[in-house]
């Protein structure tokens, strides 16, 4: 069983940057898909960006330019570095790594981008 803990949220002005922390009590390169989802109020869950075990990476189109996912295998670690925030980047960030035999969450970070 592997654990999620995100980290790095916070509140950061329109235009600010943050980065996004998932320490994983595993190793993450035998994980099939790592990503990052987001959920705002009213709102249902959306994938914002994931990497692949292979190194594929995909983002959402809302923020395609702006946030870049990257991996540390050493480190067991997964980040999301977000800049250039919007406030509709608002939301719960949460972490999952799944795959066929497993699916894995962390309880979110907030981050909340406000002038």
């Known amino acids: 069983q592997v654990q999620l803990v995100e980290s790095g949220g916070g509140l950061v002005q329109p235009g600010g940057s943050l980065r996004l922390s998932c320490a994983a009590s595993?190793?993450?390169?035998?994980?099939?898909?790592m990503g990052w989802y987001r959920q705002a109020p009213g709102k249902e869950r959306e994938l914002v960006a994931a990497?692949?075990?292979?190194?594929?990476?995909m983002y959402a189109d809302s923020v395609k330019g702006r946030f870049t996912i990257s991996r540390d295998l050493a480190k067991n670690t997964v980040y999301l570095q977000m800049n250039s925030l919007k406030p509709e980047d608002t939301a719960v960030y949460y972490c999952?790594?799944?795959?066929?035999?497993?699916?894995?969450w962390g309880q979110g970070t907030q981050v909340t981008v406000s002038s």
């Open positions: 999952r790594g799944w795959g066929p035999r497993y699916d894995y």
């Open positions: 990497i692949s075990r292979d190194g594929s990476i």
């Open positions: 595993g190793s993450i390169f035998s994980i099939n898909t």
